[in-house]
């Protein structure tokens, strides 16, 4: 499967939607699929921010469906600029949270950055990811998910 740094091949398979992610030392792989394509985005956009975190320059291609729903088709290709790396000590102290609080606040971020990633906002930069931070611990996840959709909506206006 792996074509180099080139495009990814999908596989010979009924097209569904997933995400294949670019790694210089395994070329091309599968991250993430799904029969519709919002998990799929929602999954990438929180894969691109730990391949961030850790350093590295994500390539991600989604692809799915076509017209005729028979073949594959490249949907978008997501290559984040690099992570500005933050200074020790310069991350404010977060409240506690429980698990499930915790959970819920890493959805509603996970929606917002993928909804800003599909709308073509690059969010790599430390006052980037705070102001997505400040917007989801403020808001719950009924009124973020309709900003993600009006976001995408926008993006598909343009």
């Known amino acids: 499967m792996d074509s180099g740094p080139g495009t990814f091949t999908p596989p ?9 992610f670019y790694d210089a030392q395994h070329g091309w792989r599968i991250a993430a699929e799904a029969p519709a394509r919002g998990p799929v ?15 590295q320059l994500p390539h991600v291609e989604i692809w799915g469906p076509g017209a005729k729903r028979e073949e594959w088709r490249l949907l978008d ?8 790396g933050s200074a020790p ?10 698990a499930r609080d915790e959970r819920l606040r890493d959805r509603r971020h996970q929606v917002l950055t993928s909804a800003l990633a599909r709308s073509g906002v690059d969010v790599s930069q430390p006052v980037d990811d705070e102001a997505v931070s400040a917007i989801v611990d403020v808001l719950e996840e009924e009124p973020l998910r309709r900003l993600a959709l009006w976001l995408s909506q926008a993006n598909n206006a343009v």
């Open 41 to 55: 985005d929602y999954a990438a956009a929180e894969m691109v921010r730990t391949v961030q975190s850790r350093g």
């Open 12 to 20: 010979d398979s009924p097209p569904r939607f997933i995400a294949a």
């Open 77 to 84: 290709t997501l290559t984040p600029g690099k992570r500005a």
């Open 89 to 98: 000590g310069s991350v404010p102290e977060q409240p506690q949270r429980s």
